[in-house]
C-alpha cells in the first residue's frame, strides 16, 4: 500500500493550520487544545449555545466530545453540528461512555439523528453500542465486546454515511466499503487519560485537509499512533510519556511517518 | 507496626482495577483521572444529574470534591451520593475550601446530613471547619487553625461515623478510635496545585479493596505520599516534580511501600 | 531604564503570598493555578454566584477570563468585579476571543461598562476590538490587525482608565500615557495553549503589590516571560517547554529578572 499520501497530509494540516472548534469535556479540554496546536491546527473551545453557531463560522472543522456531558451542552452541539452541516465543514463525534448510561446513549443517538458526522471515533465498545449491538462499557473504557469490531465499523458506517474509526490495539478506519487497519501505537496511550479525546482532535485537524474523510481518517490515526510510539519508546513513566508524546506530535514529518506507518488495507467486506 | 498489610493493598487495587466514579472540580480533573491510573483504578468523571445514579451503578466507588461547587452539582452529588449508599460502595467526600465561603460550608454540611459519608479528607482548616471549630481558611489553602487537628479529627470521625484523614506536613488518619499518622511525603507537594485531590482520587481506589475504611486511608495516603517523597526528590522544581509523582505512583510497588513506610499509630484519645 | 524596582516586586509577591481568585475558562484553569503558585501566589477558583461575592472578601486581586464563557459566569463575574470593585482590590481581564463571537465582544463591553477594571490584557485582535477598531479575530488568536498596536493600547487605556497590555513578539504595556515595551520572551510560548491566560494570572498575583498597576504589570510581564525564555531554551518540543517553563517560573528570582530583562520605555503619546 502507498503511505506516501496518507503521510503528507500532515504537510498540509501545517500549511492550512486549520481552526479546530471543540465542545468538549472538561477533563482532558487542555491536553485536546495542546495536539491540535501540535498537530498543526488552532484550537478553540467554546460551548455556550449563544455563540457555538458563531464559531462554527470561523471554524475548519468541528469536534464534538460527550465526556462530561449536560443537557446545555447538548443543545451547544445540536447548534454547532447544524451550523456545521449548513457551512460543510466536517463534524467530527467522540460518544465516550456511549452505552454507560442511557444519557449518553440517548443524547448519542439524538446528534447522530439531526447533525450528519463526518467521522465517528470510539472504542470498540462504544461503536457496538452506535452499531445497536449488545456491548459491555464498563465507565468510560471498553469491556468485553462480544461482535466482530470490523463488521460492527462497517455496519455502522454504512448506516450513519460516515467514517467510522474504532480505536484498540489495532485502529480500524472503515467508510462501509473501503476499510484499514492500523497497527501503530504503544501501551502507554492507555496509561494517561485523554488519548482518546486527543484522537479525535487529530482527526478534526485532518478532516479539513483533504475531501475524502476516509484518507483523513487513516492519515490521522496513523499520525497520532506514531506520534504514541515514539512517546512510548522514550518514556519510562506514564508522567514522561504525556510530554515526550506532545514533543513526538510536534516533532512529526511525513518522512517519519512513511517510515513507520503500519497500514494494512483490508478487503471489503460483502455487503448484508 | 506492621507495615505489610498495608503495603500489599495496593497490589489488590491493582487486581480490581476498582472503577472511580468523580463528581470533582474542573481545576484538577485531569490530574485526578491520571493519579487514579497511575494507582491502578479505572476513573470515570460524569456530573450530570440526568446520568450520575446510573453511573454509580457501576462504579466501585465515588468521590465528591467541592473545588468549584456549583448549585447543580450539589444536587448531582445528593443523588450520587444516596445512590452510592444504597448500593453500598464507599464514598471519598474532599471538602475543599470548607469555611472559606458560607456556599461551601453549607453545601459540605448539606452533603453530610444526606450522605453516609466513608471518608472525609481535608486540611486542618477544613476539618475544623466541619468538627465545628473557629479555623481561618485562606481561599483553599489552611489557614491558622488553633486547635489540635488529631482532636478535631477523632471527633469529627465520630460525629460523622466516617474515618477522617487530615492532610498537611504529618496526615492523620482516624475513625475516632484507632489514629494513625503518616510521616511521609515532600514539601514539592505544596508546590503544585492538586495534590489534596488527587489524594481523595486515591483514598476511592483503595476504598473498595477491603472492608475497613480506615486501613484503606492508611494505606491509601501512605501510598500516595511515599509517591510524592520519591518524585520529589528526584525533581528539580514544580514543573517536572509533577510527572515525576505520576511515575513514581505508576511505577509503586508493595515493597518500596514496605521500605518507606512512616505509619505511627498513636494511642486511642478517651472518648468525650 | 532602571529595571531593579520591577525585577525587585516579584519578592514582594513571595512575601506577600496574594489570594488570586480566578473566575477563568475550562481549558488552562490547571496550568492558571499552577502559574499563580510558582510565582509566589495561591490561587483559588471559584465561580458560582452563590459564592463569588464572599471568595473576593477574601482575595488579594480578582482575574476574569472570557475563555469558554457562559451566561452564568457572566453574571458571577459582574457580582465579583463589583465586589472587587468596592474592596479596592485590583482586577485584571482577559478578554479572550472578543471580537470572534458576538457574546464574547458583548461580554467584555457589559464587564467593562459595569466593572472598573485594573489590567486588560489581550493579543493585538482583541485590544483593537475593545479599542473600536476593525480586527480579524481568528477563533483565540490574533489574526491580522490593521492598525498601530500602541496607538490602540493607549487610546484604549484611556478610554478604560485602566492599563492596558497586548501581548506579541513586543508585550505593550501602557495606562495611556507611560508606555513600556518588553521584547523578552521565547516562541515556545506560542506552541501550547494557556500562555496567555497564564500571563493574566502573573498580572493578578503582582497587581495587589504595589500602588501602581502600570509598574505592577511591567514587573509581570517582564517576569512572565523571562521564565517563558529560560523555559524555552531548556526545551526541545512543546511538551517539555511546559514544564521547564513551569520550573523556570518558580525558580526565577530579581537577580535574573535584572540581568535578562529588556524594557524599553517609549516617548509618551500626545493626548488626543
Known amino acids: 500500500m502507498n503511505i506516501l499520501p496518507f503521510a503528507q497530509l500532515l504537510n498540509r494540516v501545517r500549511e492550512m493550520r486549520p481552526l479546530v472548534h471543540h465542545i468538549t469535556n472538561t477533563v482532558t479540554i487542555n491536553d485536546c487544545a495542546n495536539i491540535t496546536l501540535h498537530t498543526g491546527g488552532a484550537p478553540v473551545m467554546a460551548h455556550a449555545p449563544e455563540e457555538v453557531e458563531d464559531m462554527v463560522g470561523l471554524a475548519s472543522s468541528l469536534v464534538l466530545n460527550i465526556g462530561t456531558l449536560t443537557t446545555l451542552q447538548v443543545e451547544a452541539m445540536l447548534l454547532a453540528g447544524k451550523q456545521a452541516n449548513r457551512r460543510g465543514i466536517p463534524v467530527v463525534l467522540d460518544p465516550v461512555g456511549a452505552g454507560a448510561t442511557r444519557f449518553r446513549t440517548e443524547s448519542v443517538h439524538r446528534i447522530l439523528e439531526e447533525v450528519q458526522v463526518t467521522i465517528v471515533k470510539g472504542n470498540a465498545a462504544e461503536i457496538?453500542?452506535?452499531?445497536?449491538?449488545?456491548?459491555?462499557?464498563?465507565?468510560?473504557?471498553?469491556?468485553?465486546?462480544?461482535?466482530?469490531?470490523?463488521?460492527?465499523?462497517?455496519?455502522?458506517?454504512?448506516?450513519?454515511?460516515?467514517?467510522?474509526?474504532?480505536?484498540?490495539?489495532?485502529?480500524?478506519?472503515?467508510?462501509?466499503?473501503?476499510?484499514?487497519?492500523?497497527?501503530?501505537?504503544?501501551?502507554?496511550?492507555?496509561?494517561?487519560?485523554?488519548?482518546?479525546?486527543?484522537?479525535?482532535?487529530?482527526?478534526?485537524?485532518?478532516?479539513?485537509?483533504?475531501?475524502?474523510?476516509?484518507?483523513?481518517?487513516?492519515?490521522?490515526?496513523?499520525?497520532?499512533?506514531?506520534?504514541?510510539?515514539?512517546?512510548?519508546?522514550?518514556?519510562?513513566?506514564?508522567?514522561?510519556?504525556?510530554?515526550?508524546?506532545?514533543n513526538a506530535m510536534a516533532g512529526l514529518n511525513a518522512e517519519k511517518i512513511a517510515e513507520k506507518a503500519k497500514i494494512r488495507k483490508i478487503s471489503p467486506s460483502p455487503k448484508p
Not at 501505537?185 to 492507555?190: E, F, K, P, S, V
Not at 483533504?210 to 483523513?216: E, F, L, Y
Not at 492519515?219 to 506514564?238: C, L, S, W
Open 128 to 246: 457496538a453500542t452506535l452499531a445497536g449491538e449488545q456491548a459491555e462499557v464498563r465507565g468510560v473504557d471498553a469491556g468485553e465486546v462480544a461482535a466482530d469490531p470490523i463488521q460492527a465499523a462497517q455496519s455502522l458506517a454504512r448506516q450513519l454515511n460516515s467514517v467510522v474509526v474504532v480505536t484498540g490495539k489495532t485502529d480500524i478506519i472503515t467508510d462501509g466499503t473501503r476499510t484499514a487497519c492500523v497497527d501503530n501505537g504503544h501501551h502507554m496511550m492507555g496509561c494517561i487519560t485523554g488519548t482518546g479525546c486527543m484522537g479525535a482532535s487529530v482527526l478534526g485537524c485532518f478532516a479539513p485537509v483533504v475531501d475524502d474523510p476516509w484518507i483523513a481518517a487513516v492519515a490521522g490515526v496513523t499520525a497520532y499512533t506514531i506520534a504514541g510510539e515514539i512517546g512510548g519508546e522514550q518514556a519510562d513513566g506514564p508522567g514522561s510519556f504525556k510530554w515526550r508524546f506532545f
